[in-house]
């Protein structure tokens, strides 16, 4: 914690003092930090700092420390600012995020002060889940992707999701999959011309869950890749984060029914003036197609994979049988 930092934190939060700083954890490939600062007095008593200091030469865990890697690692963190200044606080309870406090961005080095999740009631994170819990993470999906039906959102990600495939070239490069690699741009782009587009969190595994007590209600954090795309990106990939292979294939059915009866409701809820129906049924075709999309660049990317187990793999080849 340097001075100047402290001293932008204090005016900030209108703080007397910071009383402890703690570490929550380290960015990804070295690119900063995110903090804890526990406040004397000022507007709360602890805030969220996440503090980007892109290094010198980054340490990739996987080795894929490319300058286009590091370009997308920037633009990621400036689009996570864009998005907390301009469209974040459209959020509600149904679909909650922290408030911002502060938003800094100087020639590269940024930073995000937030309310602190853990003080505002979400104090859990969790490894494993329970299916109520699972469903309370896919009532946080359908209710933002209601909310945020057909908006762009300038300074975001054209398309969202990290593993889009116009942002990794070199993953596709490397797969070993040669017939999947030939599809990945029809793929691609059935995803990306589907009618109803919304945004999408981009990352929404169970680690950017926080949950309240019981584990009723939850909130997100981690918008660095978000952007427009299908809901079902966002529901493919939160589900392959949290469930093993076996317990997909049980649960399948019932997760994705909870999701479109809550995302009907929830287009009620905000009154917005789509045809239901008929996004639930080009989002249900889009579901296999977003897993296989996530598939594609896990091939490239980390082959063998744990993701990468039969149920995916059975949806994949059901995919690309579909396109031949």
Same mark, same amino acid.
């Given at each position: 914690?340097?001075?100047?930092?402290?001293?932008?934190?204090?005016?900030?939060?209108?703080?007397?003092?910071?009383?402890?700083?703690?570490?929550?954890?380290?960015?990804?490939?070295?690119?900063?930090?995110?903090?804890?600062?526990?406040?004397?007095?000022?507007?709360?008593?602890?805030?969220?700092?996440?503090?980007? #200091?892109?290094?010198?030469?980054?340490?990739?865990?996987?080795?894929?420390?490319?300058?286009?890697?590091?370009?997308?690692?920037?633009?990621?963190?400036?689009?996570?600012?864009? &998005?907390?200044?301009?469209?974040?606080?459209?959020?509600?309870?149904?679909?909650?995020?922290?408030?911002?406090?502060?938003?800094?961005?100087?020639?590269?080095?940024?930073?995000? +002060?937030?309310?602190?999740?853990?003080?505002?009631?979400?104090?859990?994170?969790?490894?494993?889940?329970?299916?109520?819990?699972?469903?309370?993470?896919?009532? &946080?999906?359908?209710?933002?992707?209601?909310?945020?039906?057909?908006?762009?959102?300038?300074?975001? &990600?054209?398309?969202?999701?990290?593993?889009?495939?116009?942002?990794?070239?070199?993953?596709?490069?490397?797969? #070993?999959?040669?017939?999947?690699?030939?599809?990945?741009?029809? +793929?691609?782009?059935?995803?990306?011309?589907?009618?109803?587009?919304?945004?999408?969190?981009?990352?929404?595994?169970?680690?950017?869950?926080?949950?309240?007590?019981?584990?009723?209600?939850?909130?997100?954090?981690?918008?660095?890749?978000?952007?427009?795309?299908?809901?079902?990106?966002?529901?493919?990939?939160?589900?392959?984060?949290?469930?093993?292979?076996?317990?997909?294939?049980?649960?399948?059915?019932?997760?994705?029914?909870?999701?479109?009866?809550?995302?009907?409701?929830?287009?009620?809820?905000?009154?917005?003036?789509?045809?239901?129906?008929?996004?639930?049924?080009?989002?249900?075709?889009?579901?296999?197609?977003?897993?296989?999309?996530?598939?594609?660049?896990?091939?490239?990317?980390?082959?063998?994979?744990?993701?990468?187990?039969?149920?995916?793999?059975?949806?994949?080849?059901?995919?690309?049988? #579909?396109?031949?």
């Amino acid at each position: 914690m340097t001075e100047q930092l402290a001293e932008i934190i204090l005016k900030a939060t209108q703080a007397k003092s910071i009383i402890n700083t703690s570490l929550i954890q380290e960015l990804w490939s070295g690119y900063g930090q995110i903090l804890r600062c526990e406040l004397e007095e000022g507007l709360s008593p602890s805030v969220i700092v996440k503090h980007v #200091q892109p290094p010198n030469q980054s340490h990739h865990p996987r080795g894929w420390n490319t300058n286009l890697s590091h370009e997308r690692k920037l633009k990621s963190y400036q689009v996570e600012i864009n &998005w907390y200044n301009d469209l974040a606080h459209r959020c509600d309870d149904y679909c909650r995020v922290p408030d911002t406090i502060h938003l800094q961005d100087r020639q590269g080095e940024m930073l995000m +002060i937030m309310e602190d999740l853990n003080a505002a009631g979400f104090p859990i994170r969790k490894s494993e889940v329970s299916i109520p819990e699972i469903k309370a993470c896919l009532s &946080w999906l359908a209710h933002f992707h209601a909310k945020f039906m057909g908006v762009k959102g300038d300074g975001l &990600w054209p398309v969202g999701t990290y593993w889009h495939l116009d942002t990794r070239p070199d993953e596709l490069e490397a797969m #070993q999959n040669k017939k999947l690699k030939a599809a990945a741009r029809e +793929i691609d782009k059935t995803l990306t011309g589907a009618k109803y587009q919304t945004l999408v969190h981009g990352d929404a595994k169970l680690a950017n869950f926080c949950f309240s007590e019981k584990g009723q209600k939850v909130a997100a954090v981690d918008f660095q890749y978000i952007g427009q795309g299908s809901g079902m990106k966002d529901v493919a990939y939160f589900l392959s984060s949290c469930l093993h292979e076996e317990n997909l294939s049980v649960c399948e059915t019932e997760l994705l029914r909870f999701y479109f009866e809550t995302l009907k409701k929830a287009l009620v809820l905000y009154d917005q003036l789509v045809d239901f129906e008929e996004i639930q049924q080009e989002w249900s075709k889009l579901y296999d197609y977003a897993w296989t999309d996530f598939y594609r660049f896990l091939d490239g990317w980390s082959p063998g994979h744990w993701k990468m187990h039969d149920y995916s793999e059975n949806i994949k080849n059901k995919v690309l049988k #579909q396109l031949s």
